[in-house]
């Protein structure tokens, strides 16, 4: 059984296109979040979601609108889509997030291209 | 804020040789450390941490040590299988909602 698995794992469309990734992860975690990972491999926090929550948002543009609609869940919805999105979206999940020490789970990403 | 530095790559060895791969940090209070590996085609996945200073986080044969006073992290393994072949993340997290902050990544080729 996969913990963290997100949908489609790849993703190729027009540029000015709506998009959305699906995240579920079976852990029952509390704590979601979604990672950009650009060409170069640098990885980024996009979104933090608690309990369905919004936690952080890291200067994502408003084209980019996560929802949780359960704890177990968390989509991503990209409007109007643009080259600079190319990339791989990961989500990940933890248990409890106050702790310094717990670790993440990923899923196995979603590779973007925009065309 | 925080920060993590840590060697660009790609870094490729032969199999069996030694393996280091640097990492420094900047932080605020006490973070906890981590590395972790993303195979290709995966998501990244936990290879080991340290939560303290002085500690050794080890795993696969994998070894890092968190060291303070150099504020270094860097991942060591006395013999490099093929199957190590991957890209390696050294993270820091200082608390709070897991805001974890890696490094750029650092591919290993390993080659027969």
């Known amino acids: 059984d996969t913990a963290v698995s997100q949908t489609p794992k790849y993703l190729v469309t027009q540029m000015g296109n709506d998009k959305s990734i699906k995240c579920e992860q079976n852990l029952g975690h509390d704590t979601m979040y979604w990672y950009k990972q650009d060409s170069k491999k640098f990885l980024k926090i996009m979104f933090s979601?608690?309990?369905?929550?919004?936690?952080i948002n890291e200067t994502v543009p408003n084209r980019f609108s996560p929802k949780s609609p359960d704890k177990a869940h968390l989509n991503l919805h990209i409007n109007s889509l643009e080259l600079g999105d190319s990339a791989v979206y990961f989500c990940?999940?933890?248990?409890?997030?106050?702790?310094?020490?717990?670790?993440?789970?990923f899923g196995s990403g979603t590779q973007l291209s925009v065309l | 804020g925080d920060s993590v530095t840590q060697m660009e790559g790609p870094v490729t060895l032969s199999e069996e040789a030694f393996l280091t791969i640097n990492c420094t940090y900047t932080a605020t209070g006490y973070p906890s450390l981590f590395w972790y590996v993303q195979y290709p085609g995966e998501g990244l996945q936990l290879l080991l941490k340290?939560?303290?200073?002085?500690d050794k986080g080890s795993n696969k044969g994998f070894e890092a040590t968190y060291r303070k006073e150099t504020t270094s992290f860097h991942l060591e393994k006395g013999s490099v299988q093929v199957s190590d072949s991957a890209v390696y993340f050294c993270?820091?997290?200082?608390?709070?909602?897991?805001?974890?902050?890696f490094g750029i990544g650092t591919k290993l080729q390993v080659i027969p």
């Open positions: 993270a820091l997290n200082s608390g709070g909602y897991q805001k974890v902050t």
């Open positions: 340290a939560t303290k200073a002085d």
């Open positions: 979601y608690n309990n369905k929550e919004l936690i």
């Open positions: 990940a999940s933890s248990q409890n997030p106050g702790s310094s020490n717990e670790k993440l789970f």
